[in-house]
């Protein structure tokens, strides 16, 4: 794309805290945002909740704003997600999808040739313009040291709920097809990973400053599938976004993958790896390059307990991280029943050096 199409927002590098340490930079004390930091535990997002059902939540602009926006109000965080979901693109696409109450998302499953052919691309970035919208509408209204954030889950992790038609304990659907139906498997990763790539430098155009990418799933596969179906893929989205955005911080979260972390920062280019709760930050930061950014990685159970051991804790790995590049976050989303105190008080605790 040409220069003259990008907002003038775009022009220079940003120096908001949140993007520096994205970029490489040791920042202290480190930026902090958190996963699900707009949720049921506020009683303001609550009150919005009675309003709309969750996909008319995210596909309406103002709202999409307003619960994005609600978290930055009260804690001043350093980045604001944008209120969406992973699951906002295989919809995009046409496949059947509605949350419901306690049982999150319910999916019409898709499981043979057949039923790819629900999946149309080319309405992809249509139906999403009220993502961009919000996005647009987000940069002038963030306070000016918040960076905005995009996102996508990574291929195998919507793959995942586009066949189990939801969540899933065990995933027997996805992985019987991997093994029986190899061909409809490579042909959804390979719809997957063109329009995430695509999705995501929609949001970059509207205005998204950096860009995680959620693999929540991608841990339950051993190694060679692991980096057949979890590090190339995503490669190949880093490598795509690159070449149209070189200054966009890519932030990959493989949830589970133990030690195959490193492989991934390595192989996918990723600027910034988020660790889950299990990861030891000072052990992986000894396994991957000086340079990269390294994001989390607090246990959303010990935020949802406070006191002492909240402040101990993520002030240990805070100082465990000193002198590098890093991002203060949990370790997964923030749990519903978190009392909003909490969260403030966090938040204190890492500024506070
Ligand atoms: O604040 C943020 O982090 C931004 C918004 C965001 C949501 N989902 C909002 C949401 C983000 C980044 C996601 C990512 C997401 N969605 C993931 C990856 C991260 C992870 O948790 O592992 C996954 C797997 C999904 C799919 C999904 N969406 C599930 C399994 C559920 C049901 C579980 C639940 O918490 O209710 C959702 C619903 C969802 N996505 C909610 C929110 C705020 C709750 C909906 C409601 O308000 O009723």
């Given at each position: 794309m040409t220069q003259a199409s990008t907002p003038a927002v775009h022009t220079g590098r940003s120096d908001k805290p949140l993007l520096r340490a994205l970029r490489g930079e040791a920042v202290w004390p480190p930026p902090v945002w958190l996963m699900r930091q707009a949720g049921r535990y506020l009683p303001e997002f609550r009150a919005m909740r009675e309003q709309a059902d969750f996909l008319t939540r995210c596909m309406t602009p103002e709202i999409a704003v307003e619960l994005t926006l609600q978290p930055i109000r009260r804690y001043g965080m350093d980045g604001a997600i944008l209120f969406?979901?992973?699951l906002i693109l295989p919809w995009a696409m046409g496949q059947d999808l509605r949350f419901e109450e306690g049982r999150g998302p319910i999916l019409t499953p898709i499981r043979t040739e057949e039923d790819?052919?629900?999946?149309?691309?080319?309405r992809m970035m249509d139906a999403v313009e009220p993502v961009r919208e919000a996005l647009r509408r987000l940069r002038r209204e963030l306070p000016e040291q918040t960076a905005l954030l995009g996102f996508a889950g990574s291929p195998f992790t919507v793959a995942c709920y586009m066949v189990e038609g939801g969540g899933s304990r065990d995933f027997a659907h996805i992985r019987a097809m991997m093994q029986q139906k190899p061909s409809v498997f490579n042909k959804l990763m390979d719809i997957l990973t063109r329009n995430t790539a695509k999705m995501l430098c929609g949001q970059i155009e509207a205005g998204a400053e950096a860009i995680m990418l959620f693999d929540s799933w991608g841990g339950i596969l051993p190694p060679e599938a692991f980096r057949q179906y979890v590090i190339e893929p995503t490669r190949q989205i880093v490598e795509y976004i690159r070449a149209r955005h070189p200054d966009v911080p890519l932030v990959g979260f493989p949830r589970l993958g133990g030690v195959m972390v490193a492989e991934y920062a390595e192989k996918t280019g990723i600027n910034a790896l988020a660790l889950d709760t299990v990861a030891e930050p000072a052990k992986v930061a000894e396994m991957v390059p000086d340079t990269l950014t390294l994001q989390g990685n607090l246990d959303p159970m010990i935020l949802l307990n406070g006191g002492e051991a909240l402040v101990k804790e993520a002030r240990r790995i805070r100082d465990s991280l000193k002198g590098r590049p890093h991002v203060f976050n949990l370790g997964h989303g923030v749990i519903?029943?978190?009392?909003p105190e909490h969260v403030a008080a966090l938040v204190e605790a890492i500024r506070d050096v």
């Open positions: 969406s979901d992973i790819l052919k629900v999946l149309d691309e080319d519903k029943t978190t009392p």
